[in-house]
């Protein structure tokens, strides 16, 4: 044996070892073997073909997902470079998807700004594939090669053709081994289609093509030549801007770029997305504190020079002046550090003084640029701080009165005997006649009841003064203890859990959306942590014999009555109207019985969807309005928030 020889059955022992190791702890590189887990291997490797068009090398990526869930990505890039690494004495190609790590090291010069949650690549999803095969074409020549069982090569990177001068590019196939992925190996068209958009909107002139090539075959473009300006353009569709031009800033400094565009509405939640490389900061950082910070300062500087504030006038603060405000920031970074619990805050000092100079020098032209625009963003601001200065005194007048005498129960809550709030919980329920059930069916030593009257006020709609004067707001208020706004303290929450209690249909989604922004507005830190539930009441009640099974769709029904005509069971199936239909046993045990009810927890992002799914089926346009419906129509009695 020549040493040659012996040197690369070494490395070739080295490099199985190191995949080896992906294999036997997966979760370490790619978060979960489940579904997330599962698309993040096409993330990997769509993050190369993206890094290759944001070079400037490739216009157009394609993704498919072929029949058997196997994932086929290419680009018309520059083909990946063919050549023998030195190091390895194996063929670049090989490298990149045998040896951990090296992508960076062998994916050239230039940073990489797309990059995935752990930069990991394509030697992982070669590692956890029982199959991948990558073909490059590059110098009128089809190179290809092929690994199997967890990424073992049956043969070296071999010339296989040989094709047009013009035709360059890089393909990678591969199917997700079902040893590892054993939860599923199914991919979701919605969750590429979703992330894919995403990726495009971030980088402006980038084309992906989608397609599916399973049972049901569809394919969607994604090309966005004007970037986030048209991201923003999206989210604010189906509300009212304020203004039509939306502002657009960029600049670059040490490497580091950053993008802003925003645009308000006549809403008052603010929706502030914030990314690097492309990946959503979801918990912020200095990227997105610098810009906020600049809002709140050149809004102020403005609005004093043009003396619509006067010197000992209260500021605009930080809530003031995003109220309404939909805005992407999009930062790219060569050494991107995340933080936070998600490692998805933004770490990076030096970003925070460069998005804060960039975006406020920027932001502070376009207002003096625009004086027609910057006096209905000013006065929006001040109708905000003013409603936030009435609020605060309307709020003081609640917490006295409510605290002293309890006046504002008004006789509607119907509180439970306990006191100690980890042990209670407070249904918020529709209707009286549903009210009246749950009062008589709870238990009543533990769970309060609130029945609320129709529809409680639109809060997103209303001005917050005029919130807090509705008597339904104000008995769930004081019914929670806790205050709102500046005296919130959640240590007083009365109950530990806050269950909405509707009916699966339109109406009681639609109040259910309602509570729900009433919670995002003045009891964020409630539903953050985890204290709203919705209850699901069933749709259907299925008796044979001496059971009764409630459930709580069709798919659960066709499914339970599959399995009595299997087994030539009779059966009788009744439709459960309304929850002011059932009476307090039947409420009872299938929506409060802590022992048989099946409770969702609500999070801030089901409010923040719901409450985009409700504007498109409220929407005064039509058309979006049609199209959500026929995307949902499966949904259409139970929005999945
Ligand atoms: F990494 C990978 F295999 F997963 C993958 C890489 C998958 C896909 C779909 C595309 C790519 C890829 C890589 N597309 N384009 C490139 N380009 C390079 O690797 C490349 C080409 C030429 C040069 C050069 O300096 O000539 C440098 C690089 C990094």
């Not at 992906?22 to 599962?38: A, F, N, Q, S, W």
């Not at 925070?352 to 932001?363: C, E, Q, T, W, Y």
């Not at 992002?605 to 929407?619: Q, R, S, T, V």
């Not at 005064?620 to 995307?631: H, S, Y």
Request: glycine share 8%; net charge negative.
């Amino acid at each position: 044996m020549s040493n040659k020889e012996t040197h690369y059955t070494d490395s070739d022992i080295q490099v199985l070892e190191g995949l080896e190791a992906v294999r036997k702890r997966p979760g370490m590189y790619i978060g979960t073997t489940g579904e997330k887990g599962l698309h993040h291997l096409v993330w990997e490797i769509v993050d190369n073909a993206v890094d290759e068009a944001l070079a400037g090398f490739c216009d157009d990526i394609e993704v498919i997902i072929d029949k058997g869930n196997i994932i086929e990505i290419r680009d018309d890039g520059r083909g990946m470079p063919t050549g023998i690494n030195e190091k390895t004495g194996l063929s670049t190609i090989e490298t990149i998807f045998t040896v951990l790590h090296a992508g960076g090291k062998f994916g050239g010069e230039g940073y990489k700004v797309s990059g995935g949650l752990h930069g990991v690549g394509a030697s992982v999803v070669n590692a956890l594939s029982e199959w991948l095969e990558v073909t490059v074409y590059r110098d009128q020549k089809i190179y290809f090669q092929r690994f199997e069982n967890g990424g073992h090569p049956t043969d070296s990177l071999k010339v296989i053709g040989e094709c047009e001068e013009n035709r360059t590019g890089t393909t990678v196939r591969f199917k997700a081994d079902p040893d590892i992925f054993q939860e599923t190996t199914v991919y979701n068209y919605d969750t590429l289609y979703k992330r894919l958009q995403e990726i495009c909107y971030l980088n402006k002139g980038l084309r992906i093509n989608l397609y599916d090539k399973r049972e049901d075959e569809k394919s969607d473009s994604f090309i966005y030549n004007g970037g986030i300006i048209e991201y923003v353009q999206m989210l604010n569709k189906n509300k009212t801007p304020l203004h039509e031009d939306i502002v657009y800033l960029e600049g670059e400094s040490d490497g580091i770029q950053l993008e802003v565009a925003c645009q308000y509405n006549d809403g008052y939640i603010p929706a502030i997305y914030s990314y690097t490389n492309n990946i959503n900061t979801y918990e912020g950082g200095t990227h997105e504190d610098g810009v906020k910070t600049a809002l709140t300062r050149v809004i102020n500087n403005y609005a004093k020079n043009a003396k619509i504030i006067k010197d000992n006038d209260n500021s605009l603060t930080g809530d003031d002046v995003r109220e309404g405000l939909t805005m992407i920031i999009s930062c790219k970074h060569p050494d991107p550090q995340f933080e936070g619990q998600t490692k998805t805050k933004l770490g990076n000092i030096e970003v925070r003084k460069i998005a804060s100079d960039i975006f406020g020098n920027g932001f502070e032209r376009f207002l003096l640029e625009h004086p027609d625009i910057a006096r209905l963003i000013v006065d929006k601001c001040m109708t905000a701080s003013r409603a936030r200065i009435a609020a605060k005194k309307a709020r003081e007048m609640t917490r006295k009165s409510d605290l002293d005498t309890h006046v504002n129960f008004g006789g509607k809550l119907v509180d439970c005997q306990e006191k100690d709030p980890t042990t209670c919980e407070i249904f918020l329920v529709e209707g009286d006649s549903a009210g009246g059930s749950a009062i008589k069916g709870r238990d009543s030593m533990h769970q309060a009841i609130l029945p609320l009257k129709g529809k409680i006020l639109n809060v997103e709609k209303a001005r917050l003064d005029k919130a807090l004067s509705n008597d339904e707001i104000r008995t769930i208020i004081t019914a929670f203890g806790t205050g709102i706004g500046q005296e919130f303290d959640i240590d007083k929450l009365r109950y530990d859990k806050i269950i909405i209690m509707t009916d699966a249909d339109v109406d009681g989604d639609h109040i259910r959306v309602l509570l729900l922004t009433l919670f995002y507005r003045f009891f964020r830190q409630i539903v953050e942590q985890g204290h709203v539930y919705a209850a699901t009441p069933p749709l259907y009640c299925i008796k044979h014999g001496k059971t009764i099974k409630y459930v709580l769709d069709d798919d659960e029904k066709d499914a339970y009555i599959a399995k009595l005509q299997e087994k030539n069971t009779n059966y009788v199936l009744l439709r459960m109207k309304g929850l002011g239909e059932m009476d307090p046993e039947e409420l009872n045990e299938t929506t409060m019985d802590i022992n048989k009810r099946i409770l969702r927890r609500i999070t801030v992002e089901d409010i923040i969807e719901a409450d985009a799914a409700f504007n498109k089926l409220m929407g005064e346009e039509v058309e979006p309005r049609r199209k959500f419906i026929e995307d949902n129509a499966r949904y259409a009695t139970n929005l999945d928030i």
